[in-house]
């Protein structure tokens, strides 16, 4: 069982930067893949990034490329979500996820691809 716990939202105006964090509490094989998916108040949870924690291989939807960066730290269990240029439609709740498996296609990122998720951190951004 992995225990995914997020961290790092705030409010922040429009244009600032904000820098997510996921610690998995238990080890997370160099296997496992990553992601981060946002979900705004009535709409549905939407896939942001996802990284292989081995290669660090990543994937981006178009909705955030360019602006929103995963990384990792393997020695660590941690992965991060550096979010730049951010805009009032980032405003959501952000959530970790983690699978071992790799999914039978990286695009688009689904929920379906990952089995465990952390509880979520709110950001918000004010115009």
């Known amino acids: 069982q992995v225990h995914l716990v997020e961290s790092g939202g705030d409010t922040v105006q429009a244009g600032g930067s904000l820098n997510l964090s996921c610690v998995a509490s238990?080890?997370?094989?160099?296997?496992?893949?990553m992601g981060w998916f946002r979900q705004a108040p009535g709409g549905e949870r939407e896939g942001l990034a996802r990284?292989?924690?081995?290669?660090?291989?990543?994937y981006y939807s178009d909705s955030v490329k360019g602006r929103f960066t995963i990384s990792r730290e393997a020695a660590k269990n941690t992965v991060y979500l550096l979010m730049n240029s951010l805009k009032p439609e980032d405003t959501a709740m952000y959530y970790c996820a983690a699978d071992e498996f790799e999914p039978g296609s990286w695009d688009p990122i689904r929920e379906s691809d990952f089995g465990y998720w952390g509880q979520g951190t709110q950001v918000t951004v004010s115009a």
């Open positions: 990284i292989h924690m081995d290669s660090s291989n990543t």
């Open positions: 238990e080890y997370t094989s160099p296997r496992y893949f």
